[in-house]
C-alpha cells in the first residue's frame, strides 16, 4: 500500500508569503505527526493530533505555525509570514493507533522549504 | 536542555570492522529509546526499540539506565549499513530526536 505522501516536495517562498504543506498519511492511521528539520539536525517534535483532535502543539516555534487535520486524515502546516529561520524540511509521521509500545511512525518524504 | 545527544557527527569505520554509535539521554522518567536510520535518499525509518530488546540487520542496541545510555552497536559493518543514524526518546507523545550520526563504511 501507499506509504505516506507530502506534498510539494519543495517549496521555495519569498520572506513574508504565506505557505500550506500538506500530509497524506497511510489510510486508517490514528496518529499524526509534524517535524521541523533544520539543516545538519534531527527532527524537531512540532505538534501530535489523535484523529483530528491537536493534543500537543508544544513544538510549534511561534503563533505563525498552524497545523490543522480537520476530518482525521489529512493534515496541512500553514506557516504564515515566512522567515528565513523557517527554512527545513517539514516531515509528517503517521501511526496506526495511540501509541502502544510495539506501535511504530512512517514517515513522509518531506517537503523542503527554503525561505529567500 | 538537549534530551539527546550523540557525540559524533561523522563516524568512518572499514568494512567488518565493529561499530558502536553512542546515544546519552537525560530523562527523569522511564525512558522508552529508539534508533532510526536514513538510508540515502530514502524516508527515515524505525531500525529499533529498545523495549522489544530485538537485531535488526546485525544491530543491537542496550539501554544502560545508570549511565543513561542506549548506544547502537554492530560487531561486523556492511558498507550498506552507510546511512544517518538518529536515537530518539519517545517523551509522552513528544519524540525527541538526537543530531544524528553519519556512518561510512569504507570498502
Known amino acids: 500500500g501507499a506509504g505516506v505522501s507530502q506534498s510539494p516536495r519543495y517549496k521555495v517562498a519569498k520572506r513574508g508569503q504565506d505557505v500550506a504543506l500538506r500530509c497524506d498519511p497511510i489510510s486508517g492511521h490514528v496518529s499524526l505527526f509534524w517535524y521541523q528539520q533544520a539543516l545538519g539536525q534531527g527532527p524537531e517534535f512540532l505538534t501530535y493530533?489523535?484523529?483530528?483532535?491537536?493534543?500537543?502543539k508544544s513544538g510549534l516555534p511561534s503563533d505563525r505555525f498552524f497545523a490543522e487535520r480537520p476530518e482525521g486524515s489529512v493534515s496541512t502546516l500553514k506557516i504564515q509570514r515566512t522567515q528565513q529561520e523557517d527554512s527545513a524540511v517539514y516531515l509528517c509521521?503517521?501511526?496506526?493507533?495511540?501509541?502502544?509500545?510495539?506501535?511504530?511512525?512512517?514517515f513522509g518524504p518531506g517537503t523542503r522549504l527554503l525561505v529567500l | 536542555a538537549q534530551r539527546v545527544t550523540q557525540p559524533e557527527k561523522l563516524l568512518s569505520v572499514f568494512k567488518g570492522a565493529p561499530v558502536e554509535l553512542k546515544c546519552n539521554y537525560s530523562?527523569?522518567?522511564?525512558?522508552?529509546l529508539f534508533w532510526y536510520v536514513q538510508y540515502s535518499r530514502q524516508r527515515l525509518q524505525l531500525l529499533l526499540r529498545?523495549?522489544s530488546r530485538e537485531s535488526i540487520k546485525g544491530f543491537t542496541a542496550d539501554l544502560n539506565k545508570g549511565e543513561t545510555s542506549f548506544h547502537l552497536k554492530k560487531p561486523f559493518a556492511q558498507e550498506e549499513d552507510s546511512a544517518m543514524y538518529y536515537c530518539a526518546l519517545k517523551m509522552g507523545q513528544n519524540f525527541v530526536f538526537g543530531p544524528g550520526t553519519r556512518l561510512s563504511v569504507l570498502p
Open positions: 493530533f489523535q484523529n483530528e483532535a491537536q493534543l500537543d
Open positions: 529498545h523495549i
Open positions: 530523562y527523569s522518567g522511564s525512558p522508552e
Open positions: 509521521a503517521s501511526r496506526y493507533g495511540a501509541g502502544g509500545y510495539q506501535e511504530t511512525q512512517y
